[in-house]
């Protein structure tokens, strides 16, 4: 009997934004290392004329670029935000029945207006993506769907097998070092607890 992994995904504004992180990363490549590069080209000349006022303020926009890496990402996360919050402040919710063949999505579940959407096969995913909390698959650069690694339990391991198999693709890490370093912590943690 082939297995179905059941996951349920309730948004805030935590999960639209680090939604938004991700699809910056995975879609945004160009625009991510050309940030890069004129923050560390502000940063060098700003250091060689360090003396020169003009040279502190390169330094400090180089600084910026660095550390506002995704400025433009919450600021489209805010303005979603923002839009659901003037309709009522209903977070969307979904519950996903991940089978053999295709995704089936129940929107909104256990709610008065619950409604199924048609199923998504496995061959319309373009990139897989993975932070220390979510997974997200993103059937193009302008959305996709985002999943709780919690929902999954002691699932996680066997979905991300499952689910690679079937999209043909790995899933990808974030861009952002910081990120990087949280979530290699996170996996440590959570293999090795401490003793209490």
């Known amino acids: 009997m082939k297995k179905t992994y059941i996951v349920t995904m309730r948004h805030d504004e935590k999960t639209l934004t680090a939604l938004s992180h991700m699809q910056y990363d995975l879609f945004c490549t160009r625009n991510y290392i050309a940030r890069n590069l004129l923050a560390i080209t502000a940063i060098l000349v700003g250091g060689f004329y360090f003396k020169q006022i003009w040279g502190i ?38 519950r996903y029945f991940f089978e053999d063949k295709a995704i089936r999505i129940v929107y909104r ?17 373009q990139t897989l993506g993975e932070d220390r909390e979510y997974l997200y698959l993103f059937t193009s650069d302008r959305g996709g769907y985002m999943l709780p690694k919690k929902g999954l339990g002691d699932d996680l391991s066997g979905f991300r097998e499952f689910i690679r198999l079937r999209a043909r693709m790995d899933f990808q890490r974030s861009r952002n070092p910081m990120s990087r370093v949280r979530a290699w912590l996170y996996e440590r943690e959570r293999r090795c607890p401490r003793l209490r």
């Open 109 to 125: 579940p256990g709610e008065t207006d619950e409604e199924e959407l048609d199923p998504v096969g496995y061959g319309a995913i």
């Open 57 to 94: 303020l390169l330094l400090a926009y180089g600084a910026y670029l660095l550390t506002s890496t995704y400025a433009s990402a919450n600021h489209t996360a805010r303005k979603l935000i923002a839009a659901i919050e003037a309709n009522g402040g209903k977070y969307p919710s979904s």
